[in-house]
């Protein structure tokens, strides 16, 4: 089975700062997505970003970026200009492209924004 | 349009019970996963349903079994709890295809129901 693994157990930055939240993964599988899920106190996982294997070019979504490394299997998500909103704990996901929609998870990174 | 809806959103039960969380899908989407997250950990994948079947199902005993109703909703019932069954349970949707739309192959997860077992 494929494994995610999130080394950081708990970063901070502080507001209008950068940081970012690194993420490894194990597969044998060519292609494939990543996605960076964000769950706030109130639980509900929200989708912040998302990335095809096969595209080279690196995911952006606003002040969220990717650093993807396929070779490396690295999947890294920065945030650039943090504001006190992105506290939260951050969660990087696999999904297999083929044969299924499970989704594997990481062990989560809370981030801490500091005013 | 309406996102993915879970209930009840928490939940007290005690060991040997049985318990049956609801999870209704994101408008469009015909395939609903289940997941257990235990408290400091990431989501653990149960079991995924599309066209009212089983498709697929992850590391969890018997105990955790599911239905899909034609309308696309879903149930999650576990039998004979555990006190190791507490967690926070999580239903995702997504809609089956190989198009490369965006956002077809990703979940959209509901607010989770918190169960605890006493």
């Known amino acids: 089975a494929q494994t995610v693994t999130q080394s950081q157990p708990e970063m901070s930055v502080q507001e209008a700062e950068t940081v970012t939240l690194s993420c490894t993964y194990d597969t044998s599988e060519s292609d494939y997505y990543l996605f960076w899920y964000k769950q706030p106190p109130s639980r509900q996982m929200i989708l912040v970003i998302r990335q095809e294997a096969y595209k080279q070019q690196n995911a952006t979504e606003n002040r969220f970026s990717v650093n993807f490394q396929k070779a490396a299997k690295s999947f890294s998500l920065k945030i650039s200009d943090s504001q006190l909103g992105d506290a939260a704990m951050y969660f990087c996901a696999y999904r297999t492209k083929w044969g299924g929609n499970q989704f594997y998870f990481g062990t989560g990174t809370s981030l801490t924004v500091i005013p | 349009d309406a996102g993915v809806t879970q209930s009840p959103t928490h939940l007290i039960k005690t060991r040997g019970q049985q318990v049956t969380l609801r999870c209704s899908p994101k408008?469009?989407?015909?395939?609903v996963s289940w997941y257990q997250q235990a408290l400091g950990q990431g989501p653990q994948f149960i079991f995924q349903y599309y066209e009212e079947e089983e498709r697929q199902r992850g590391n969890f005993p018997d105990r955790f079994s599911g239905h899909q109703f034609p309308n696309y909703s879903s149930e999650l019932n576990v039998n004979a709890l555990l006190l190791g069954d507490s967690a926070l349970y999580l239903c995702?949707?997504?809609?089956?295809?190989?198009?490369?739309?965006?956002?077809?192959?990703?979940?959209?997860f509901g607010p989770g129901t918190r169960l605890l077992v006493l």
């Open positions: 408008s469009g989407h015909d395939t």
């Open positions: 995702a949707s997504s809609l089956v295809g190989w198009d490369t739309q965006v956002g077809q192959e990703t979940q959209y």
